[in-house]
């Protein structure tokens, strides 16, 4: 494998070919980057940490009927993955208001949602990730109306399942991105990855302190030091449950 077969290099995971058409390799770098890369470094061992995560987090969603682009982990920072035409939609469900939600809606940081909310955002970073509405992703060709709505009851899904997985680490789930992707058959796959970089986590034995709590990518994004020791912990608190079953 060599720099010459890279099919795709995004900005946290490099996609390479293999022999079979249908499978893909997807290595998880340790560069990290916030708004639209315009802040950028890197993360020890995020690329590990990150892709761990997400194959046991995959793993336990293909065991509850969601499927994945997930085959195997053939080594720690590496996927092998089912190759699908990627949606350019990033679907976020919240459940408790951060980050935009509470810079677009003046929400206060923290306030708990009656019901999760799930957004699209127009994955094009020439125009900043706009947010979307159903309509202008139909209006685009985006994606299809029953595609839309199959991706609203997966987000909802996966966040009732990822809501009480990462209770049972002692871990509130505040938000996340998903993305999906179509397979040859043109079946919708949940695709990417779930980890500290997609995910606000929020430590619960940190109770209301807003800086020590936070167990995921806006340690980098806020400066707020220790990410990588909270990348850790995400990742042993992860295995252990899976451990536990
Ligand atoms: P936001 O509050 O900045 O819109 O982010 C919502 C969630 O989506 C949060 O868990 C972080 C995640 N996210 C990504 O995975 N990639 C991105 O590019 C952005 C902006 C957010
Ligand atoms: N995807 C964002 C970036 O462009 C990173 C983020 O804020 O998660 O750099």
Same mark, same amino acid.
């Given at each position: 494998m060599t720099a010459q077969t890279k099919l795709y290099e995004g900005k946290a995971k490099i996609i390479y070919p293999t022999d079979n058409p249908e499978i893909l390799l997807a290595v998880f770098k340790d560069d990290a980057t916030a708004f639209n890369a315009q802040k950028r470094g890197s993360i020890q061992n995020k690329g590990t940490v990150n892709n761990i995560i997400s194959s046991k987090i995959f793993q336990q969603l293909e065991a509850r009927g969601v499927k994945t682009h997930? =085959?195997? &982990? $053939?080594? $720690?920072?590496?996927m092998r993955i089912k190759a699908v035409k990627i949606l350019p939609l990033e679907v976020v469900v919240r459940n408790i208001a951060a980050g935009s939600l509470c810079q677009q809606t /003046? +929400? $206060?940081? /923290? %306030? *708990? +949602?009656?019901m999760p909310l799930v957004e699209f955002y127009y994955k094009n970073d020439q125009l900043g990730d706009p947010l979307l509405t159903r309509d202008r992703i139909l209006l685009m060709e985006l994606a299809t109306p029953e595609q839309v709505d199959s991706i609203i009851h997966l987000a909802l899904q996966i966040n009732e399942f990822l809501k009480e997985f990462f209770q049972g680490c002692g =871990? %509130? +789930? *505040?938000d996340f991105k998903l993305e999906f992707g179509l397979d040859s058959q043109q079946q919708l796959l949940l695709a990417d990855e779930i980890s500290p970089d997609t995910c606000r986590l929020w430590d *619960? &034995?940190? /109770?209301?302190d807003p800086n020590r709590r936070v167990l995921d990518k806006d340690r980098f994004r806020r400066d707020l030091g220790n990410v990588e020791d909270a990348y850790q912990e995400v990742l042993r608190r992860v295995l252990e449950a899976v451990e536990k079953g």
């Open positions: 997930f =085959i195997e &982990s $053939p080594a $720690p920072n590496q /003046g +929400l $206060p940081l /923290g %306030t *708990v +949602l009656k =871990i %509130t +789930l *505040v *619960v &034995s940190a /109770g209301d």
